[in-house]
């Protein structure tokens, strides 16, 4: 619940921190409603669309409407797609406007004793520290290895909870071991002619969780002839925090990472996670206010490149013969990378490189699979509407491998996978993952 | 506000799911896709057939209370904005396509179905449906009729009106009509499907229409014509239709619209030449190459600096796209973007652009000019900024000297984005008092208590006004 006091609080930010021209610069044209799965899938309804959203907001700033429960439902139920913004005639920086929106709310709102528990261990006392992102993931391996799982399978102890999140425990990747986690290389050499230096961005939970998909990333990139650098110092990207209202938190991450960044030499800073990625490549955004970081962000920002988009600069497939035994492969978007870091054609066109590979387009593969973060977990209802629309498209495309480039996709991928009974003849996988097994397989 | 027992009555009709009165969702059917309208419905009421819609239009007969139809919202003459408030009236419940009848060559359609989708369908079967406004992508089909929306293939196949053969709609005591039907020819009493088309809602609340397809032309060549010189680009656009040619798209697109519209599409639009024609056209393959030969021949003896033919039909559906996309693109320039559709006979175009020109530069505003030059319908469009008060008059002065040239040239206030509230003060300019007092006849015959979309169309005082109303 938030007060009359609270409401009257963050009317009179959204007057002073929100951007008057960027609400403007809607003109209500409508353009952006097809694109926006929140407003397919409520069953049309403007509040949850783009324009919608953004009417609100500014009838908020403009003091004719309170920002009640309602409006902040509208706001909370947001993907954070962005998918209305490639579509925007206008070039409305919707992101934006909902980051402001969301922080705003937020930062003046008293949240109830256990959830401001929950988000304080969350966004201060585990995203940022790595050691004990490590620690976590460790207790899920320990979780997993010793036969815990299997026991709180058994006894249906997950049914306590609800259907999607039992579901989603039983697609979690096996976690890797302690000691693994730890021992991560800080500088790597090519393995073939050196034609590039470039950075990599681990990301906390791809640098815990999903060990092996970093570990397959860095090896194409070898491959396509990289040295890398790792800097150690580097932190998780922000964008947890960023999207969930918690922007100063967001900025202090940008800093740390742009400072173990920049003095490395590096000609592209890597990722392989579309939601950090676009959070990464935003940093100039998120600091534009800031006089000592603003060029420091840009410099850093402008470095910033997926794996797929590197590896198809560098030829990659062509140079390296990539193979599969026969297989259906289609490949579902991740927003971000697509909507914001404005990479689309690089993945599908290493997938269509792979012999033995048959690539089908996905109908609406551009559309979200609900993942959103975190949103899957607190939005659960419309999350899972979203993933049954999304899992009818994947049907469609016979394909045995639907490929991701974003963890939380991949997750979400799976989830849906599991949840249609398809585990036995389709699975999700991150493209880093797939391309590094068809660059080392056999079949010619 | 509502009643409460008239809430109660009308949540017994739809359900309580389909009865919305928050804040929040009242706010967003308070505007529609025009610049500085808005105003709050009291409610908003999700119908799920014309049974109900005619139970609801009782009810606001008896009470006295507004209705506004409206589709998606995206018109822009302020129609759907509920100006005395009362109800919204949302279709998302009707969106069915009933009936694709391959024998008589017609579609039958609920109201809420997306235009896009429509075509699409008559598309898989053959069919085509041509009227296509650039906002078809998520307009519907109830919103085109009520506007009688025009669109690119305006020119050679005619608007919204030319392809409705019926229609069943609710009138203003509940009563439930059906006009026309799936005939060629009808002349059985007045034809009140035409009437209703382009009523803005105004007179009945469609409820189903049955619209004429026809067979899909054979092959289709679209070309892209670059010029130096505005007016020789609109002289082109004279000289090929006197030249007997009917092309099926024929689009003007002035260098600033250009140079926003190539900024979000990014597909490689010349921004250094004045204006551009996108001219398109479709039939028998050996109509096509000679009709395009001709205009470009046409086009070169206007001093076209180039004339290039799209290579695929990706590439000219990506030229399509663009166009389309001109109106919010230029938003790009400036917080407020203000578009007029006067419209003039197309042997006019020419005077009429160099007119706009004139009025811009005689006021000192930002006019950019796009438009369908193949009917006489342009565009201009003023970027400007609401919150600048002495620009805004400004504004508002040239768009006054624009619809009295239109009207001098021959033409109209509006080609196709309709009155609503916007052009309701220059209706008159068009219509003289005696045109309008038999517009107002109908109205208040059809609509005595005037419930149905009030305060549009008509202006309470004839103080002229666009963009400066409130």
């Known amino acids: ?444 | 506000m509502i009643q409460p027992e008239v809430k109660q009555r009308l949540i017994q009709i739809v359900g309580s799911e389909n009865f919305e009165d928050s804040k929040t969702e009242r706010l967003v059917y308070s505007y529609d896709a025009t610049p500085n309208f808005q105003a709050m419905p009291d409610a908003v009421v999700k119908p799920r057939n014309t049974g109900e819609v005619s139970e609801i239009m009782k009810i606001c007969s008896e009470y006295a209370i507004p209705i506004v139809p409206r589709g998606s919202g995206t018109n822009l003459c302020a129609g759907t904005c509920p100006k005395e408030g009362g109800l919204v009236l949302l279709f998302t419940h009707m969106r069915e396509i009933l009936e694709i009848d391959e024998d008589n060559l017609t579609m039958t359609v609920q109201p809420g179905v997306i235009t896009q989708d429509l075509i699409q369908k008559a598309e898989e079967k053959g069919f085509f449906y041509p009227p296509d406004p650039s906002s078809m992508k998520i307009s519907t089909i109830g919103g085109n009729i009520n506007e009688n929306s025009g669109g690119l293939r305006g020119l050679k196949y005619g608007v919204t009106r030319d392809y409705v053969l019926g229609l069943e709609a609710v009138l203003a005591n509940g009563d439930i009509i059906r006009t026309g039907g799936k005939l060629a020819k009808d002349v059985a009493g007045y034809d009140l499907t035409r009437l209703l088309v382009g009523s803005e809602g105004t007179l009945a609340i469609i409820t189903e229409a049955t619209l004429k397809l026809i067979p899909m032309p054979e092959t289709k060549k679209t070309i892209l014509a670059l010029y130096h010189d505005m007016e020789a680009a609109a002289r082109s656009v004279s000289k090929i239709i006197s030249a007997k040619i009917i092309p099926a798209t024929l689009e003007f697109l002035d260098r600033p619209t250009l140079k926003v519209v190539e900024d979000f599409a990014q597909i490689g639009l010349p921004t250094d030449v004045e204006a551009v024609l996108l001219i398109e056209q479709d039939g028998p393959k050996e109509v096509v190459e000679r009709d395009i030969l001709n205009i470009a021949k046409i086009c070169e003896e206007e001093m076209a600096i180039s004339v290039q033919v799209a290579q695929t039909e990706a590439e000219a559906e990506a030229l399509r796209t663009a166009r389309r996309a001109a109106l919010s693109a230029l938003a790009r320039l400036s917080p407020t973007t203000i578009l007029e559709d006067a419209t003039v006979p197309r042997s006019e175009i020419a005077n009429m652009v160099k007119a706009i020109n004139e009025i811009a530069l005689k006021h000192n505003v930002t006019i950019c000019t796009f438009g369908h030059a193949g009917d006489g319908n342009l565009h201009p469009t003023c970027t400007t900024d609401a919150r600048n008060k002495d620009e805004m008059e400004r504004v508002e002065k040239a768009f006054e000297d624009i619809f009295i040239k239109a009207i001098e040239l021959g033409g109209t206030i509006t080609g196709e984005h309709g009155v609503g509230i916007m052009k309701a003060p220059y209706l008159e300019l068009k219509l003289k008092s005696e045109g309008i007092a038999a517009m107002q006849a109908i109205k208040s015959g059809l609509d005595p208590n005037n419930i149905l979309n009030p305060g549009k169309m008509f202006a309470k005082d004839n103080r002229k006004r666009v963009v400066v109303a409130k």
């Open chain 1, 1 to 444: 619940m938030t007060t009359v006091k609270e409401q009257q609080e963050i009317q009179n930010h959204f007057k002073e921190r929100m951007n008057e021209d960027e609400l403007l610069n809607c003109m209500r044209c409508g353009f952006c409603l097809p694109s926006c799965p929140t407003y397919i899938e409520s069953g049309y309804k403007e509040s949850h669309s783009p324009r919608g959203r953004i009417a609100l907001m500014k009838a908020v700033a403009d003091g004719i409407i309170e920002p009640d429960e309602d409006v902040e439902r509208t706001l909370d139920l947001c993907l954070g797609c962005r998918a209305c913004e490639p579509v925007c005639p206008s070039g409305v920086n919707y992101g934006h406007l909902l980051e402001e929106a969301r922080d705003i709310i937020n930062q003046n709102k008293r949240h109830s004793l256990p959830v401001r528990a929950l988000r304080k261990t969350v966004f201060e006392g585990l995203f940022p520290h790595q050691n004990r992102m490590r620690m976590a993931v460790g207790l899920l391996g320990f979780y997993q290895r010793t036969g815990l799982q299997a026991l709180t399978q058994k006894t249906g102890l997950m049914n306590l909870f609800p259907a999607h999140l039992a579901t989603m425990e039983k697609v979690l990747p096996k976690a890797p071991s302690l000691k693994e986690m730890k021992s991560r290389p800080t500088e790597l050499k090519a393995t073939t002619e050196v034609k590039k230096r470039v950075a990599f961005f681990s990301g906390c939970l791809m640098d815990t969780m999903f060990l092996d998909t970093n570990n397959a990333t860095l090896k194409l990139l070898q491959m396509a002839g990289c040295e890398i650098a790792i800097p150690e110092e580097q932190a998780c990207c922000g964008a947890l925090h960023g999207h969930s209202g918690e922007k100063d938190t967001a900025k202090k991450m940008a800093k740390r990472n742009i400072e173990a960044f920049e003095d490395l030499g590096a000609d592209y800073i890597i990722t392989n996670a579309g939601g950090c990625g676009a959070f990464l490549i935003d940093y100039d955004h998120l600091l534009k206010d800031d006089d000592q970081w603003r060029e420091r962000a840009r410099q850093f920002t402008a470095k910033i490149k997926d794996v797929t988009e590197i590896l198809v600069e560098m030829d990659f497939h062509v140079q390296i013969p990539l193979s599969m035994q026969n297989v259906t492969v289609t490949y579902q978007d991740s927003c971000h990378l697509r909507n914001v870091m404005k990479t689309s054609s690089a993945p599908r066109l290493l997938l269509q490189s792979i012999t033995g590979a048959h690539y089908q387009e996905m109908q609406k593969a551009d559309s979200c699979c609900g993942s959103a973060g975190i949103y899957n977990i607190i939005e659960s209802e419309m999350s899972m509407k979203i993933l049954d629309s999304k899992m009818e498209h994947t049907k469609n495309t016979n394909a045995a491998i639907v490929v991701t480039a974003n963890p939380g996709c991949l997750l979400q991928m799976k989830l849906g996978i599991e949840k249609e009974g398809l585990s036995d003849r389709m699975k999700a996988v991150h493209i880093a993952d797939l391309l590094y097994e068809a660059a080392t397989s056999q079949i010619s």
